[in-house]
């Protein structure tokens, strides 16, 4: 199974971008997906996640801003973010819980697309 994370960029403050993250592979189904970040010097952290079910939950630094959606035909986990700021500045990576043909369940992750926000 791989994890395809793509969408970075550079971007102003105050403005947008959506990032994606496409699984592929011998997928039977994906549980829970989130994304996380990682700034320079800094650990990474958990800014979304959303269940299988629908249910989502957000950092406070991104709530309000950020966006989490996922469309289960394409494999697909997005996270739309709006009026970004420059400590918003980080490499963004996906992360799945994908539940094998074998029915075997496994964490993935994907590469990390960097998201720079400056003016």
């Known amino acids: 199974v791989q994890l395809q994370a793509s969408g970075g960029g550079l971007v102003q403050p105050g403005g947008s971008l959506t990032l994606s993250c496409a699984a592929s592979g011998s997928i039977f189904s994906i549980n829970a997906v989130g994304w996380s970040r990682q700034a320079p010097g800094k650990q990474r952290e958990l800014i979304s996640r959303m269940t299988s079910d629908g249910r989502i939950n957000y950092a406070g630094s991104v709530k309000g801003r950020f966006t989490i959606s996922r469309d289960n035909a394409k494999n697909t986990v997005y996270l739309q973010m709006n009026s970004l700021k420059p400590e918003d500045t980080a490499v963004y990576y996906c992360?799945?819980?994908?539940?094998?043909?074998?029915?075997?369940?496994?964490?993935?992750w994907g590469q990390g697309t960097q998201v720079t926000v400056s003016s």
């Open positions: 992360n799945a819980q994908v539940v094998l043909t074998t029915r075997a369940e496994y964490s993935y």
